[in-house]
Each structure stands twice: as C-alpha cells, then as structure tokens.
C-alpha cells in the first residue's frame, strides 16, 4: 500500500454489513409467515363461498289455495331454496315490498300451529323446500294480490348475503 491511497475495505466485512442489513426483513417475513399459518390452521383463514339458488317461486291466491286459513296474517310462499356449496348456510330474514313483513315459520305442531323462528339451516349441498304445508314463508299484511302479478321477495343468508327473486301469484290449483 502507498501513502495517501484510500483503504479498501475487506470483502468479509462487506458481507457482514449486507447480512446485518438484510437480518431485520428476513425476521419480520418469517415471524409474519409463521403468525399467518398460525391464523389459517385454526380455521381463521377459512374464506367460505356459499352460493344459493332459489326456484319454484309462486304465491297461491289468498283464500283459494288449500293450507291458508290456519296461516293467520296472510299467504305463505312456495320457494325451493338450494345450497350449491359444501358450506351451510341460515335463513335469517325476507322482506318483500308486497307485505308490511315476511315471517319465518317452522313446522307446524301437532295441532297445526306455526310459531315465528328466527333462522332456517340450509345445509351444505341441501335444499329446503317452503309450502303452506311445511316450513314457509308468510307474508303479513299483504298487499292486494291477483293472479299473474309478480314481486320481488328479498331473502337474507347468514353467509350469502341477500339473494332477491320474484314470487308470481298463482291462480287457484296451481302452485
């Protein structure tokens, strides 16, 4: 080395000074990558796709269709909900601009009695089907209704959100 020649630094010590800078980064993406397994192995990572169809809508005519006189308040809807994904689901609400509200009725007791629920399971890849003879749909205070009339009737999933169909009114002996 001559005088007055600058110094050159080891090539060891340059290695130091990038491994020291890199150690921090290196530390972050594996504590995050560990805390990110962590959530999705206990099922916090778990993205649910719930896809629900509804078809078979119809609204028999108020005071022609068989099953309406013992549903006090109005018409109960026939509806066939399917749940097309490996997921459950729950009916929570409906509401319809044709009704002042929509109930969710079970099944009927042994004396034919119906009482409000505040859910319906939809299972994973199952249907439930709706008819003023099993589980349904009342529609209180309805509007007036005639044959071939159409509204739409808003459901509310637990999972999948609100799925909107159009209920027609169907003439007596039809469903």
Same mark, same amino acid.
């Given at each position: 080395?001559?005088?007055? $020649?600058?110094?050159?630094? @080891? !090539? =060891? %010590?340059?290695?130091?000074? /990038?491994?020291?800078?890199? +150690?921090?980064?290196?530390?972050?993406?594996?504590?995050?990558?560990?805390?990110?397994?962590?959530?999705?192995?206990?099922?916090?990572?778990?993205?649910?796709?719930?896809?629900?169809?509804?078809?078979?809508?119809?609204?028999?005519?108020?005071?022609?269709? $068989?099953?309406?006189?013992? @549903? !006090? =308040? %109005?018409?109960?809807?026939? /509806?066939?909900?399917?749940? +097309?994904?490996?997921?459950?689901?729950?009916?929570?609400?409906?509401?319809?601009?044709?009704?002042?509200?929509?109930?969710?009725?079970?099944?009927?007791?042994?004396?034919?009695?119906?009482?409000?629920?505040?859910?319906?399971?939809?299972?994973?890849?199952?249907?439930?089907?709706?008819?003023?003879? =099993?589980?349904?749909?009342?529609? /209180?205070?309805?509007?007036? +209704?005639?044959?071939?009339?159409?509204?739409?009737?808003?459901?509310?999933?637990?999972?999948?959100?609100?799925?909107?169909?159009?209920?027609?009114?169907?003439?007596?002996?039809?469903?």
């Amino acid at each position: 080395m001559t005088a007055g $020649a600058p110094a050159r630094p @080891l !090539p =060891g %010590g340059r290695l130091r000074e /990038l491994a020291r800078a890199a +150690l921090a980064p290196l530390i972050c993406a594996a504590v995050l990558t560990g805390l990110l397994s962590a959530w999705v192995a206990g099922g916090g990572g778990t993205i649910r796709r719930v896809r629900i169809e509804v078809t078979l809508a119809a609204v028999p005519m108020p005071g022609y269709a $068989a099953g309406h006189a013992s @549903l !006090p =308040g %109005g018409p109960a809807t026939y /509806l066939t909900i399917r749940n +097309l994904s490996g997921s459950p689901d729950e009916l929570i609400g409906a509401r319809s601009s044709a009704a002042a509200r929509v109930q969710i009725s079970g099944l009927p007791d042994r004396a034919g009695h119906r009482s409000a629920i505040a859910g319906l399971p939809v299972p994973a890849d199952g249907t439930v089907s709706f008819s003023a003879f =099993g589980r349904d749909l009342v529609l /209180l205070r309805p509007v007036s +209704l005639t044959a071939g009339q159409t509204f739409p009737l808003t459901l509310t999933f637990r999972h999948a959100g609100q799925v909107t169909v159009e209920l027609t009114v169907t003439p007596p002996g039809t469903p």
